[in-house]
């Protein structure tokens, strides 16, 4: 999702840290899903939770999966065994970061159905959302 990162820093450049497109990121962008805040609803929080992080992160579950079967699969390589152990390895940190993120930040926010209202501006709606979005830094500064 390296485009959107980047997309989303030359948008953030353009709207003078007053973005119109926000990122729900994970801690350490494992996740990552761009929401237009004029489409915002206050059911978006669990759409982005259902539809996007729990797929995801049952597609690396997925892919852990058949590495595991390499692992131990008599037909593999030792070589191949030890490529699968070192991607099952990374897989796990990648599952781990995206349960925390769920329980401690979108999962709580998703219960909330949070409101927004676009005469409030991008900046106080933006921080309604603490965690669960990609930090810009100047966004909280006192000055505009």
């Known amino acids: 999702m390296h485009a959107c990162r980047s997309h ?10 007053r973005p119109i497109y926000w990122l729900f990121s994970s801690p350490k962008s494992t996740f990552n899903a761009l929401i237009y805040m004029h489409r ?6 669990s759409i982005v939770l259902n539809d996007y992080l729990r797929e995801f992160r049952a597609k690396l579950a997925a892919r852990k999966s058949h590495l595991e079967q390499v692992s131990i699969s008599s037909s593999a390589s030792q070589s191949e065994k030890t490529k699968a152990l070192k991607e099952i390895e990374k897989l796990n940190k990648m599952i781990k970061e995206l349960e925390d993120y769920e329980r401690e930040v979108l999962y709580p926010l998703a219960t909330e159905q949070v409101e927004i209202d ?8 933006y921080c309604k959302f603490g965690a669960a979005l990609k930090k810009i830094p100047g966004l909280d500064a006192k000055e505009e």
């Open 118 to 125: 676009l005469d409030d501006g991008v900046k106080v709606n």
């Open 8 to 17: 989303t820093n030359d948008h953030v450049k353009r709207y003078k840290k």
């Open 40 to 45: 915002y609803r206050p059911d978006t929080i």
